[in-house]
Each structure stands twice: as C-alpha cells, then as structure tokens.
Antibody, heavy 119, light 107 residues
Framework: EVQLVESGGGLVQPGKSLTLSCAASGFPFTRHWMHWVRQAPGKEPVWVARVNGYGDTTEYADFVEGRFTISRDNAKHTVSLRMHSLRVEDTALYYC????????????WGQGTMVTVSP | EIVLTQSPATLSVSPGERATLSCRASQGPTFKVAWYQQKPGQSPRLLIFDSSTRVTDVPARFIGNGSGTEFTLTITSLQSDDFAVYYCQQYYTWLWTFGQGTRVEVK
C-alpha cells in the first residue's frame, strides 16, 4: 500500500523550532519529487517546499524566508522539514505529499501533522 | 503567480442532481488544471488532472472540462459521498497554486 505518514507537529511558541518527518512506503521513493503542503483551518492548501528524488535540489515558498529546510533520506524513505523562527501565521496542518510522475499534481497525501504556533 | 478563482463559494444541491463547479485562472492558456476533493477531517484526494483525466478509481460521474482560463468540474448525479469541498489547482507555471475552494452541501 502506498502510504505517507507524518509526525512531529505540536504546539510551540513564536520563535521556536520544530522538525516534521514523513515516512514513505509502498512506492519507488527515489523516483518522486516530494513536497510539503500546508493548510490553515478553513483555507486552501498552500505549497511550502519541495525536494527532488536525489535530494540535491530544493525549493521553498517565498514566505519561508530561509526559515525552513527540506531534506530526504532515501535509504530510510523519509522526508523532513526543519522549521526555525516559527511565526503565528505558520499555524496549519502540514501535509507530506507525493508528486505524480507525469504531471505537477499531488497524487498521494499523508494524514497531516498539526503545527500550532502560539504565545 | 497564477491566481485561481473558484465559484460559487458554496453550492447547495440535492442528491441525484448535477453540480457544476467553476475555476478561472488569471493567466493562460493552459490545460494543466487538477481537481481535488476534501471531506471533513480528511486529506485532499486527487480526482482529475490535465483538465479532464480521471485518476484511477474515480467514478465516471466526475467530469473535468475546460481549457484556456476557464475550467469546470461537473458531478453528474450527486451521491451522498460527494458532499465535500473541491479545490482546483494549476500547474501551468511554477508556483503551483490552489483555488480557494467550493463547498458542495446538501440542499
């Protein structure tokens, strides 16, 4: 079964750090770009970051402003998102998602891990 | 960045009726639009990509159409399982973006 399972979310104060993890299984992991997408309550999903199959190419949304780092461990089939200097506006459900090979869409989503940034 | 505008924000439909959801892109032309369904407490589920290609196991009552800057998702006969929020997404140009969603509710 194709599966993505996120972990690591929680309640943190502004300015603190958090690392999200995503365990992938059931598919050829290195063939796929992996992304993090977040969704604030009642809002549409918003792309956060992506990493290529080799792990040597990464890209971030403008609002990240150098605070987040995406990485992958192909031996362990995991993707991580390290987040520093968290802000209240980073509060959202963070999804690990797989990009479909033949199109720029997300065909597999994890269940999400909630990040709440609050004083 | 391409902005996607979905309409209406909420669509009230009776079971068995047809629902038509719209998505307008601020730039085009493109056919690189996808549709997702999201039920309460669940992750989004990809239904359609390349404007009209259904993903495996998506029922035939879900029909995607459109090109240029205007796109539609039609659900030909709404089932109880179809009441949800639907998002369109464009991947014509990077940064890929989502619309703000259309909620399909029971009339």
């Amino acid at each position: 079964e194709v599966q993505l399972v996120e972990s690591g979310g929680g309640l943190v104060q502004p300015g603190k750090s958090l690392t999200l993890s995503c365990a992938a299984s059931g598919f050829p992991f290195t063939r796929h770009w992996m992304h993090w997408v977040r969704q604030a309550p009642g809002k549409e999903p918003v792309w956060v970051a992506r990493v290529n199959g080799y792990g040597d190419t990464t890209e971030y949304a403008d609002f990240v402003e150098g605070r987040f780092t995406i990485s992958r461990d192909n031996a362990k089939h995991t993707v991580s998102l390290r987040m520093h200097s968290l802000r209240v506006e980073d509060t959202a459900l963070y999804y690990c998602v797989r990009r479909l090979l033949e199109a720029g869409v997300y065909d597999v989503w994890g269940q999400g891990t909630m990040v709440t940034v609050s004083p | 960045e391409i902005v996607l505008t979905q309409s209406p924000a909420t669509l009230s439909v009776s079971p068995g009726e047809r629902a038509t959801l719209s998505c307008r892109a601020s730039q085009g032309p493109t056919f690189k639009v996808a549709w997702y369904q999201q039920k309460p407490g669940q992750s989004p589920r990809l239904l359609i990509f390349d404007s009209s290609t259904r993903v495996t196991d998506v029922p035939a009552r879900f029909i995607g159409n459109g090109s240029g800057t205007e796109f539609t998702l039609t659900i030909t006969s709404l089932q109880s399982d179809d009441f949800a929020v639907y998002y369109c997404q464009q991947y014509y140009t990077w940064l890929w973006t989502f619309g703000q969603g259309t909620r399909v509710e029971v009339k």
